[in-house]
């Protein structure tokens, strides 16, 4: 199992720009989420799916859109890219036998 | 409030025990968890505990939950200079949604 994986690793854009962050698990997990970590905030919750089809938001959505059309993939979608997005993405997937979330390795973005 | 508290600096001597400390909120919660950072990595689930226990230990990890206080508390026995990392509390909200601590730094010193 690869288990949670993320592409890009490393990302710059230009204020304005879109892009699309992928995430991708092969656990079978229902639940996938998605975090973004800035310097002495600790992780927030954006985006989060408890199924294919089927997504809510987090503590911080603005800015960002998600859809999930497979259990496998979770991908997040910046339409307008703001510097104040500039952030550590991670995307995770939840298990079920303690409710454990599985963290990618993260998504470094900088948008200038 | 909805936030999970934690001190934010930590320094001890190599071989000591560290005390990590962590309030939350949410008297509902079912699992708690207690994630490491190195620098530039990704989060490292170390150990959680289900929110009727008192106590879980783990090798050099002790979890102790106060559910009166909303108090966790996460305790590295023989602190090693690899320990040196921030640590993050953090509470199940559902649907394996994690509401974070703002993490606490660990620097370990030979």
């Known amino acids: 199992n690869a288990g949670v994986t993320q592409t890009p690793k490393f990302q710059v854009l230009k204020t304005g720009q879109s892009m699309t962050l992928q995430c991708a698990q092969d656990m079978n997990h229902e639940y996938m989420s998605w975090y973004r970590q800035d310097p002495g905030m600790g992780l927030r919750l954006i985006h989060y799916?408890?199924?294919?089809?089927?997504?809510d938001q987090g503590e911080v959505p603005n800015g960002y859109n998600v859809s999930r059309s497979t259990t496998e993939d979770f991908p997040l979608r910046l339409l307008s890219a703001a510097p104040s997005q500039t952030s550590v993405y991670f995307c995770?997937?939840?298990?079920?036998?303690?409710?454990?979330?599985?963290f990618g390795p993260g998504t470094r973005l900088t948008v200038l | 409030g909805e936030d999970v508290e934690q001190s934010l600096f930590l320094s001890v001597r190599e071989g000591d025990s560290s005390v990590i400390n962590c309030t939350y909120t949410d008297s509902s919660s079912t699992y708690l968890y207690w994630y490491k950072q190195e620098p530039g990595a990704g989060l490292q689930l170390l150990t959680y505990?289900?929110?009727?226990?008192d106590m879980k230990q783990d090798q050099r990890l002790t979890v102790l939950l106060n559910k009166k206080d909303k108090h966790l508390s996460l305790r590295i026995a023989d602190t090693q200079t690899g320990d040196s990392a921030i640590y993050f509390c953090a509470e199940n909200r559902g649907y394996s949604t994690l509401t974070f601590g703002k993490g606490t730094m660990l620097l370990v010193s030979p």
């Open positions: 995770a997937s939840g298990g079920t036998s303690h409710n454990e979330q599985f």
């Open positions: 505990i289900f929110s009727n226990m």
């Open positions: 799916s408890v199924g294919a089809g089927i997504t």
